[in-house]
């Protein structure tokens, strides 16, 4: 009878030597050789990776979803007063509402001129865009919720303009 021994060394993570043997006997084709531990270390190898895989995509989701929370968080929100001065649709891809509100200016000292203060906005909702094309160049009131962070697709400030209401 032939007997072929196949040894395997190796060396674990305690830096003992294990040896491992496994006898195929070549006369009889239905016997199978013993899976060695290299199989089954693949296998966990294997096994450990997807779990990495799959957890830190978890945490990656957890993180863009999170980022869009605190993105879309309202800082502050209140109203500003003044005469509007622009308002317009810019983009080339993601058409956004701009527009700017003169608030004023200060005089401080007498004889000097007096600086404009331009406040710049941003318009999400269309009906609201619509009521401010119409009101250039006159004295507004405009409700605004001022966010964390805009995305390129809301428009270029972080002031984003809700409610109008004509000062008389």
Not at 56 to 75: E, S, Y
Request: aromatic content about 16%; cysteine-free.
């Amino acid at each position: 009878m032939k007997a072929n021994v196949i040894i395997h060394f190796f060396t674990i993570f305690d830096k003992n030597i294990y040896v491992m043997s496994t006898v195929i006997e070549s006369q009889d084709p239905n016997l199978q050789p013993k899976p060695s531990i290299f199989h089954k270390g693949k296998k966990a190898t294997v096994s450990f990776f997807k779990k990495l895989f799959l957890i830190l995509f978890a945490f990656l989701i957890i993180g863009i979803v999170g980022f869009f929370a605190w993105a879309n968080f309202t800082r502050s929100s209140g109203s500003r007063a003044g005469v509007l001065i622009t308002f317009n649709q810019e983009g080339y891809l993601f058409k956004t509402y701009e527009g700017e509100l003169n608030l004023g200016g200060i005089n401080a000292l007498p004889g000097n001129t007096i600086a404009n203060n331009m406040w710049k906005f941003s318009v999400k909702d269309a009906n609201v865009a619509s009521k401010l094309d119409t009101l250039q160049g006159k004295k507004v009131r405009l409700q605004y919720k001022e966010k964390a962070k805009n995305f390129f697709w809301q428009g270029n400030t972080n002031f984003f303009v809700d409610g109008v209401e004509v000062i008389p």
